[in-house]
C-alpha cells in the first residue's frame, strides 16, 4: 500500500529505524453481521489490505 501512495502523494517513505517486535491484528464484529454481504465485503478487502498478515477468513456461520 505505502508503495503506492509516495509517487502519486508527493510522500517519501522511510524504514523504521529501530526493531519493533511483530504487530499481532486481529477483527472482531456481532454474529448479527457476520452473514451480511456488505460486512463481508469489508472484512475481506481489510484481509487484502493487510498482506502477510496471516488473517484467515472465519469459518462460514451464515445461512447456506
Do not use: I, K, N
Amino acid at each position: 500500500m505505502a508503495g503506492e501512495l509516495p509517487g502519486s502523494l508527493g510522500l517519501h517513505v522511510f524504514d523504521v529505524p529501530l526493531a519493533l517486535p511483530p504487530l499481532v491484528l486481529g477483527m472482531a464484529w456481532h454474529p448479527r453481521t457476520d452473514a451480511d454481504p456488505a460486512q463481508r465485503w469489508f472484512r475481506e478487502r481489510t484481509r487484502e489490505a493487510v498482506p502477510g498478515s496471516g488473517a484467515q477468513p472465519a469459518a462460514d456461520t451464515g445461512p447456506s
